[in-house]
């Protein structure tokens, strides 16, 4: 059910930029691009979303594609922390929807 | 603010008894859904609760019930229990209606193990 394909693991070094990319050829216009991630045996945490400018808030930002096929999360400056598995996902927003989540990307910061 | 909190936060039971999980949404949020993440898998959405009536439900078999309470918390019942059944059972809340942002804030989950 998920619509998003991620790959599902990257490596960074530590300190650099980590960038996540994402496909959701099948997004439709009221549909929102969200991101979360999921530290070892912990509950997802929201990291942002948006739905056709990029954004930017103290944890990342988020670059959607004009065509909004693609996305991809940039985490500007990796630590060991943000090792997690990354889920991209794609809802509506205009009150609750159930949101599936696919496999996501395995990030592993490297020192 | 309190986050969405979970009870219990382990819980072992044997096959064929039954498991009642609990969640207390973010104070102002009307929306509950319960998600179950295997060993090693993803998560899988189970069920949503808004307004105290069941919006959606997952793949998964009757025996994965539950209810949303007047005060918007929520309780899962796992009917039957089986070894598969173990995994952590993770609730999310969020605002609904205009102005809501759409984010899902998660529990720190329970993990049922069935032996």
């Known amino acids: 059910d998920a619509k998003t394909t991620q790959p599902t693991s990257m490596d960074c070094a530590e300190g650099r930029a980590a960038n996540l990319p994402c496909n959701h050829s099948t997004i439709s216009g009221n549909e929102y691009v969200y991101w979360y991630r999921q530290i070892h045996s912990q509950g997802p945490q929201y990291i942002i979303h948006g739905l056709k400018n990029n954004e930017t808030n103290e944890m990342a930002s988020l670059i959607i594609t004009e065509d909004r096929k693609s996305s991809t999360l940039i985490l500007p400056h990796a630590t060991l922390r943000d090792t997690a598995v990354y889920y991209c996902i794609v809802r509506g927003n205009t009150g609750g929807f159930k949101t599936i989540f696919g496999a996501g990307t395995r990030l592993f910061v490297k020192a | 603010e309190a986050g969405v909190t979970q009870s219990p936060t382990h819980l072992i039971k044997t096959r064929g008894q039954q498991a009642t999980l609990r969640c207390s949404p973010i104070s102002g949020h009307t929306s509950v859904y319960w998600y179950q993440q295997a060993l090693g898998l993803g998560l899988q959405f189970l069920l949503w609760?808004?307004?105290?009536?069941?919006?959606n439900r997952g793949n998964f078999p009757p025996r994965f019930s539950g209810r949303q309470f007047p005060n918007y918390s929520s309780e899962l019942n796992v009917n039957a229990l089986e070894l598969e059944d173990s995994a952590l059972y993770l609730c999310?809340?969020?605002?609904?209606?205009?102005?809501?942002?759409?984010?899902?804030?998660f529990g720190e989950g329970s993990r049922l193990t069935v032996l």
């Open positions: 609760y808004d307004e105290g009536e069941e919006r």
């Open positions: 999310a809340s969020s605002p609904t209606g205009t102005g809501s942002t759409g984010e899902l804030f």
